[in-house]
């Protein structure tokens, strides 16, 4: 299944755990007051060509 997405996926790889960690903590931080009822991808692209 990693293998079929990082195929599919526009950036040609899956997101490391590292990617996830870093929009976790931006969300954590001020910079990130200002957005609401958002729907953040964290997923190389794949879901644009789902």
Do not use: N, W
Not at 14 to 22: L, N, Q
Not at 34 to 39: E, L, V
């Amino acid at each position: 299944m990693l293998e079929a997405d990082a195929v599919k996926a526009p950036l040609g790889r899956t997101v490391t755990i590292d990617e996830v960690g870093a929009l976790t903590a931006f969300l954590c931080t001020p910079g990130s007051s200002g957005m609401t009822g958002q729907t953040i991808y964290v997923d190389a692209g794949a879901h644009i060509v789902a």
